[in-house]
């Protein structure tokens, strides 16, 4: 989306796709100390509620990181893991193709808004491709946005861009929302 922009994989978990909580403290707190402004930055994992996690996401987004995460996968309350209940960040929950929100997906008042989660066909192992479904599919779209609005407008605030996204997102299409998750689909107007 932002063509012009560096990118720097981080990696925090194995093959496997597995990790433990210093793993994704130690990353996050490299990427605080050591981003170059304008940056954005995706968590596409979560696990438990971590505070130790949610004060190193709050660090990062203090520190002009702007930073989307993955609302999780366990068809709950989002405010009950991390990252995704921590302030600073923007949480993403995942919509199908129809836009109904995925039943996979979880909900409550820590998400920000959807992004399409659901059959996202991606780069993969190899130099193939594959097509897989999560939260985790979600988030880099609005990572992608504001990475975008950060090359447009310049460095923001992770606030001011959380706002834009609110503001021009596509408001009460999401069907089956549950009650208490604003009920807005990411829509990168122009930029």
Not at 29 to 57: K, R
Not at 83 to 96: D, H, I, Q, R
Not at 159 to 174: E, P, Q
Request: hydrophobic share 40%; charged share 10%.
């Amino acid at each position: 989306v932002a063509k012009n922009a560096y990118l720097r994989a981080v990696r925090v978990l194995n093959c496997a796709g597995s990790g433990t909580s210093s793993q994704v403290l130690a990353g996050m707190n490299w990427v605080t100390t050591n981003h170059i402004s304008p940056s954005v930055a995706n968590m596409s994992l979560g696990g438990g509620f971590s505070q130790a996690e949610n004060d190193a996401a709050s660090n990062m987004s203090a520190s002009g990181v702007f930073l989307a995460v993955a609302a999780g996968n366990s068809n709950a309350d989002a405010c009950n893991s991390s990252p995704s209940s921590a302030p600073g960040t923007v949480t993403v929950a995942a919509s199908e193709r129809t836009d109904a929100r995925a039943t996979y997906s979880n909900y409550g008042g820590c998400v920000d808004l959807y992004a399409p989660g659901s059959a996202i066909t991606s780069t993969w192992l190899n130099g193939g491709t594959n097509t897989i479904s999560g939260t985790s599919m979600a988030t880099p779209h609005v990572t992608g946005v504001a990475a975008l609005y950060k090359a447009t407008y310049g460095n923001a605030a992770w606030s001011t861009i959380r706002d834009w996204l609110s503001a021009n997102a596509t408001a009460n299409v999401i069907t089956g929302n549950s009650s208490g998750t604003p009920n807005k689909l990411l829509y990168k107007s122009t930029l």
